[in-house]
């Protein structure tokens, strides 16, 4: 009976290691695929931009080419603008964002916490929250620069105004859903009112926040850039802005395509740090699904 | 532990009334004029049908909520805040699903103000006990449900209770896991002997585990009737006692007491439902 079976699971065994090698093959020549795919539609896309516009039937002052985008880049890179060099113009950019982005979170989180968990406080703000949630935020910028002028704070305010909101929602949200038992249970284990927050309000919070970041990145990065618009001395904002006031379509969309990288850039950080965040959370399926088997 | 807890952790209550006043403004009488003893140590069950109130006899119990009227007293002092020396074991397993087990069942020590590198000793302890050593890094959804039963219960136990309510902790369980579970209990039970009110639906499972079980009408809940379980301790396995002549003996009398309540609170239900025009 052992001998048999044994024999039996060698053959199977070599099966096995077939099937999955097979299945490997499978996955990686599908990946190639698709890569070449995608490729494949930047070169088509680009190309008929960049051929129409040799031809003439796009017509390059409008619409610009990739060429000229990209000829502007090295030349922004190389030379710099008429406003310090091109890195310290992404330099500012990214600086409004990112404290933008820290006071917003900052905030959002502790007067989301807060009215959440005071019910009262809720009951009394939530009217006023609302009207100021209803106003288009992006007007406020140009109060901020009257207010606080050109320089660095009235981008580093307009874009915490506007992930604030967006991370004041979820975090309210996510206190007011905590799941009651867990609340109960800490109780009775003999938690304090702050170490109910901080052990089991707070952390069960922090799905939902995380969840509103990846958002809350964007807007810091449109409330810097849209500051810079309505008045700066250095910024990507500003770049572009003078780049469409002297009708260069190579300036504009080159500055767009480094927005997007450095969005993207952000994006990928953020993610990583979403990871090590929430590991404690099951994988989901959509993780564990594989493409092909 | 048992002679921390000579004394205490009995409950009495005596004419507690719960209203329950729902958003709208209408009040809603969850439970009325309950007299209740358990004795310190004692293991009492109570059986009613569903909404009758046991809950809410367990959150009084555990200080959660106050009584609208009458008094409850644990410990013989009388409850005005979270009660000391109680914990609770939910149906659903109350583990933060962030922190890794050993982490969960410390909570009760760090809550008290327990150096955490000492917590998390007496909490890898505790999880060897309800056999779970080998898993205090696992985080609660890696767990199956009986595990996470266990850890509640270790979570639970870690404080060395001198009360212990329980609100249907096996009912999400399957039978196998569940008869595995009444056995654990049992044990660690006689270890320290807290006092325990245990809730549940499950008239045989009160019967196999209790000294004591408490009959709650049809909601608004009141004491029905009190029946003394008289098999002897240690009982052993819960799927053989089960029969025991003296068991299906009581089982019978117990039955025909909790009869009429499951069936008023069935017509109770449809009534409402019609009413609504649900039904």
């Not at chain 1, 600086?95 to 502790?110: Q, R, T």
């Not at chain 1, 305010?157 to 206190?175: D, E, H, P």
């Not at chain 1, 938690?191 to 922090?206: D, E, K, N, T």
């Not at chain 2, 245990?198 to 909601?219: N, S």
Request: proline share 4%; with cysteine.
């Amino acid at each position: 009976m052992t001998t048999m079976s044994a024999a039996t699971a060698t053959p199977l065994a070599g099966d096995e290691q077939a099937i999955t090698s097979a299945a490997r093959e499978r996955l990686r020549r599908r990946r190639i695929q698709v890569l070449i795919a995608q490729l494949a539609v930047a070169v088509v896309v680009l190309g008929t931009w960049q051929l129409g516009t040799m031809i003439g039937a796009i017509d390059p002052f409008f619409f610009g080419s990739p060429l000229g985008i990209v000829m502007r880049l090295v030349d922004w890179f190389a030379n710099g603008t008429a406003y310090g060099s091109f890195w310290e113009q992404i330099g500012t950019t990214l600086e409004e964002a990112l404290l933008g982005f820290v006071f917003g979170v900052g905030g959002g989180i502790v007067v989301g916490v807060l009215l959440g968990e005071v019910p009262f406080l809720a009951d009394v703000f939530s009217p006023y929250i609302k009207i100021v949630n209803a106003l288009p935020r992006i007007v406020l910028g140009s109060i901020f620069v009257m207010w606080l002028g050109l320089g660095l704070p009235s981008k580093v305010l307009l874009a915490a105004v506007l992930v604030f909101f967006v991370v004041f929602f979820n975090a309210f949200q996510g206190v007011r859903s905590v799941d009651r038992n867990l609340v109960a249970n800490a109780r009775i284990l003999g938690a304090s009112r702050l170490q109910v927050v901080q052990h089991v309000v707070f952390p069960s919070a922090m799905t939902w926040i995380i969840a509103s970041l990846h958002v809350a990145l964007g807007f810091s990065i449109i409330g810097a850039i849209v500051g810079e618009f309505l008045g700066a001395q250095n910024g990507l904002g500003l770049v572009i802005a003078t780049a469409q006031n002297t009708f260069d379509a190579n300036g504009v969309f080159g500055a767009m395509l480094v927005i997007g990288l450095l969005a993207l850039g952000a994006e990928a950080l953020m993610s990583i740090i979403e990871n090590r965040l929430l590991a404690w959370r099951p994988k989901s399926s959509a993780d564990s699904n594989v493409a092909g088997v | 532990m048992n002679a921390a807890n000579a004394g205490m952790g009995g409950v009495v209550m005596t004419n507690v009334t719960k209203r329950f006043v729902t958003p709208t403004g209408a009040a809603m009488t969850a439970i009325r004029d309950i007299n209740l003893t358990v004795e310190p140590g004692q293991f009492c069950a109570i059986v009613g049908p569903t909404g009758c109130g046991k809950s809410t006899t367990l959150t009084l119990a555990a200080g959660l909520e106050r009584p609208s009227a009458g008094t409850v007293a644990v410990s013989g002092k009388q409850v005005d805040g979270i009660t000391r020396g109680a914990s609770f074991v939910f149906q659903t397993d109350a583990l933060l699903p962030w922190k890794p087990v050993e982490a969960n069942v410390a909570l009760g020590p760090v809550f008290r103000g327990v150096a955490k590198r000492e917590a998390l000793q007496q909490a890898r302890d505790w999880l060897k006990v309800v056999g779970l050593s080998g898993f205090e890094k696992h985080f609660p959804h890696q767990l199956s449900g009986g595990m996470r039963k266990r850890v509640s219960l270790a979570a639970a136990l870690i404080n060395e209770p001198s009360m212990l309510l329980m609100d249907e902790p096996f009912s999400a369980l399957d039978v196998q896991t569940r008869a595995i579970m009444s056995n654990e209990l049992l044990s660690l039970w006689e270890k320290s002997r807290p006092s325990v009110m245990f809730v549940t639906h499950d008239l045989e499972e009160a019967i196999a585990l209790a000294d004591k079980v408490v009959v709650i009408t049809a909601g608004p809940g009141t004491v029905k009737a009190v029946f003394e379980v008289d098999l002897p301790r240690p009982r052993g396995a819960v799927q053989e006692i089960r029969f025991a002549p003296r068991f299906l003996e009581l089982y019978q009398q117990i039955w025909q007491s909790l009869k009429e309540e499951v069936e008023r609170a069935y017509r109770q239900q449809v009534s409402s439902n019609l009413n609504r025009g649900v039904a």
